[in-house]
């Protein structure tokens, strides 16, 4: 077993009593001894590691993302900020040559620079391919003609549970699909993804390179289908993670979740992780769930998906089975409706309050349904890098709700759990850093200090996903999973944060990353 010394450090490690140490002494992939400042003098026989007096932090754990997917944008057209006319020349430009039937895929279109997006222009570009554009969220795309007649979508297609095909006013479908009508969608490019290797890995891989550049040591995975699970042990096997996973079935599936139950995981690196539900849509596509209608749009409320007895069966069977799970809630109708469903659920099966469930994202709670959430042991995961549009948000809900959505302060203090991470590719950002910025910069009554939004991103993370025994702190006996700082987050000027460079990252001891600039 590999013992190393890491000295000549600030090392910020998030334990019980708050320490700030100089140093680390690690065996395996293990802390095993905090240490003073200077030199390592006197410990033979073991690696000596010269920080040069760098801040150390615990690794950043992201609580919520979707790291196959987010390889394969990287691959694609990026249609973040462009108009049509921007989107429609990305497109030309990358699929010059391409073959009459070849698909065209874009990805992070959004309605402020498309804000009436329809296949015209797409038709009278690519008549024959099929083409489709995800918009940034996810939970809407713009397809042309071509790809409507692949899905068979025409005037007389009613909408799909959860989802809408936008029509104009002969009932013809524009082209744009939210939610449940982008499924199809998402699950053919998954696939088709999942059964080619060459192709999961190398998407795999970028993925991997991004969460060691940012310091990000563990994820919480969107993963879905036990080929992907396949795809990370061969990565493993390899030495090519780079950080560790949990793995989450899609709740909606019954023969994918049997299927990633038998998936072959590995103790401390890929381990199951819990159901994932949609109860709504999002702010973007205005399908998120909300008690008072959209900005504009006095008889849209959203687009529930999964709630009443449907919700109420899944809770049933998770305390059955005592059994976490997750659960996408982005409006405050939503949250409400989850709380109200865990409420009936608890009068059978009260230690339904003990599994840790999850509400993700949850960006507009009533203050009303904060307490509630303590009461029911509902934890938060959330997303900072949401906070990136707020003229966007204002337009949407309202200045109002805008104020007092994100409620990180009412929830640490109501002391609900939470946590943080980035949703990415849904979000156009995966830095930890940037995100702390923004949480600590906020304006109005919601902001949390640096330190809070630290805690977050570790051991609020690390709760989360039920492993606050392994990582989250640097206290001995923990995971030597951590990540080198070229500055102290807590002694920079909040606005100044994200400029802060990842000078290394290290998984279990073991550096994953290290910044060019190092020589």
């Keep these: 077993m590999t013992s190393k010394i890491f000295h000549n450090a600030t090392v910020i490690t998030l334990d019980e009593r708050n320490s700030v140490v ?42 919520h993302l979707h790291a196959l997917v ?38 992070g279109w959004d309605y402020p620079f498309w804000p009436e997006p329809h296949r015209r222009g797409l038709d009278t570009v690519f008549p024959d391919n099929p083409v489709v554009l995800f918009q940034f969220s996810g939970h809407g795309a ?64 970028y993925a991997m390179r991004v969460f060691a550049e940012h ?70 596509t205005r399908t998120a769930w909300l008690i008072e209608p959209y900005a504009g749009e006095p008889r849209n409320h959203g687009t529930p998906v999964l709630h009443g007895a449907a919700l109420r069966s899944v809770l049933r069977t998770a305390a059955r089975r005592r059994r976490q799970a997750a659960f996408h ?20 099966y009260p230690r339904i309050t003990e599994l840790r469930l999850r509400l993700e ?9 904060v307490p509630r959430l303590k009461r029911l042991g509902i934890l938060i995961a959330a997303q900072p890098h949401a906070l990136s ?6 337009e949407l809900l309202g200045s109002d709700r805008a104020t007092r959505a994100y409620p990180y ?11 943080f991470g980035s949703d990415a590719p849904a979000e156009r950002s995966i830095a930890p850093l940037q995100a702390l910025q923004y949480v600590a910069t906020r304006p109005g009554p919601e902001r949390i200090t640096l330190a809070e939004g630290l805690r977050c991103y570790t051991t609020g993370s690390a709760y989360a996903e039920g492993a606050e025994r392994e990582k989250g702190t640097l206290a001995p006996g923990m995971r030597a999973d951590f990540v080198v700082l070229s500055e102290n987050p807590l002694q920079v000027d909040p606005r100044e944060i994200g400029r802060i460079r990842v000078l290394r990252t290290f998984v279990g001891g073991r550096e994953v990353y290290r910044n060019p600039e190092i020589p």
């Excluded at 549009?389 to 204002?394: A, G, L």
Aim: hydrophobic share 35%.
């Design 70 to 107: 987010m390889g394969d944008h990287a691959a694609y057209p990026d249609l973040s900020g462009l108009d049509e006319r921007g989107i429609i020349e990305a497109l030309c430009a990358r699929y010059d040559g391409a073959g009459r039937r070849e698909t065209v895929i874009g990805f």
């Design 409 to 419: 302060r009412s929830l640490l203090d109501a002391g609900v759990p939470l946590s």
């Design 215 to 284: 310091g990000i040591t563990s994820v919480q995975d969107n993963t879905w289908n036990p080929l992907t699970v396949w795809w990370l042990n061969r990565l493993h096997r390899r030495s090519g993670l780079t950080a560790r996973f949990r793995c989450w079935p899609l709740g909606s599936r019954g023969m994918m979740q049997a299927a990633m139950r038998l998936a072959a995981y590995r103790t401390g690196w890929i381990l199951p992780g819990p159901h994932k539900y949609f109860l709504d849509g999002a702010f973007s």
């Design 22 to 63: 100089g140093g680390l002494r690690t065996e395996g992939e293990r802390v095993t001894a905090h240490l003073g400042g200077g030199s390592a003098e006197g410990a033979e026989g073991v690696e000596h590691i010269d920080l040069d007096g760098a801040c150390v932090l615990p690794g950043f754990n992201d609580n």
């Design 389 to 394: 549009s707020p003229q966007k948000d204002r």
């Design 142 to 205: 713009c397809v042309n003609t071509a790809m409507l007649r692949r899905m068979r979508l025409d005037k007389y297609r009613g909408d799909p549970p959860g989802g809408r095909i936008m029509r104009d006013d002969a009932g013809v479908p524009t082209g744009v699909l939210t939610d449940g009508a982008v499924e199809p969608l998402h699950n053919r490019r998954f696939n088709e993804l999942n059964r080619n290797p060459k192709l999961a890995t190398e998407r795999l891989r």
């Design 329 to 348: 809630a982005i409006g405050d109708r939503a949250v409400r409706e989850f709380l109200d469903a865990v409420e009936a659920v608890a009068e059978d």
């Design 361 to 369: 994202h949850a960006q507009l709670i009533d203050p009303a349904d």
